[in-house]
């Protein structure tokens, strides 16, 4: 599956499932996770607090996103802390649900998040 494809499916839809690689156990962690596809970046984020799937991904940033009927993608995924993206991320329609638990102000300023990036692209 090339790059197009893929991204025509995570454009798609909202819930992934994804594969960490434990920060203290070294073994892998499977989790559904909802990620988002906001002008052409995709990003994992949560409410503020600790999460697993953050410090993990924190600790060794490589993953595999679990795409529908079977496809695994090998991905990449970096800490955001542009402020303007972590606005962005959570001003947009599709996040609605975040912005009913906490203010977009605490939002962008403590949750965790991460971009990923996949084989073959720079974002």
Known sequence: MN??????????????EITTIGRSSGRPRR????????DGRYVITGTPG??????NLRANPELVI???GGVDVPATAASVT????????FTDEKT????SQTTV?????????????LPGSTG
């Open 105 to 117: 102000k605490d939002l962008t300023q403590n949750s965790p998040m991460v971009e990923l990036s």
């Open 3 to 16: 790059e197009g494809e893929i991204r025509n499916i995570l454009d798609s839809i909202e819930t992934i």
């Open 50 to 55: 600790p999460r697993d799937w953050f410090a």
């Open 31 to 38: 989790i559904e996770i909802w990620m988002y596809a906001i």
């Open 66 to 68: 679990h795409l529908p």
């Open 82 to 89: 542009d402020r303007e993206l972590r606005r962005r991320v």
């Open 96 to 99: 609605w649900w975040y912005r």
